[in-house]
């Protein structure tokens, strides 16, 4: 079991920045990777951002340059660096942990308003 609660959300102008936190409840070493995923009304969930329990990262084309996904083994934070946000970046925010047998934990969410 792990949990995920993320932090940082916010409403913000467009080509602004915010930062979203995950905190879980275990090493986060020893998962096979954590990401954050967002959903906009009316649209299916989307992977943003992952990084593998390696360090390895990858990113969704719309956000490529301007998401950065790091971690903090120590502390058993993954963040979400997001410069230069646009409009279309709004969304719930989620934040997923997949273990090594590819069970999949999620975050309550935060919401990423981003006004034109």
């Known amino acids: 079991q792990v949990q995920l609660v993320e932090s940082g959300g916010g409403l913000v102008q467009a080509g602004g920045s915010l930062r979203l936190s995950c905190v879980a409840s275990r090493n986060i070493f020893s998962l096979a990777s954590m990401g954050w995923y967002r959903q906009a009304p009316g649209k299916q969930r989307e992977s943003v951002a992952t990084?593998?329990?390696?360090?390895?990262?990858n990113y969704a084309d719309s956000v490529k340059g301007r998401f950065t996904i790091s971690r903090d083994i120590a502390k058993n934070t993954v963040y979400l660096q997001m410069n230069s946000l646009k409009p279309e970046d709004t969304a719930v925010y989620y934040c997923?942990?997949?273990?090594?047998?590819?069970?999949?934990?999620w975050g309550q969410g935060t919401q990423v308003t981003v006004s034109s």
């Open positions: 990084i593998t329990g390696g360090g390895i990262t």
């Open positions: 997923n942990a997949r273990d090594v047998i590819r069970m999949d934990y």
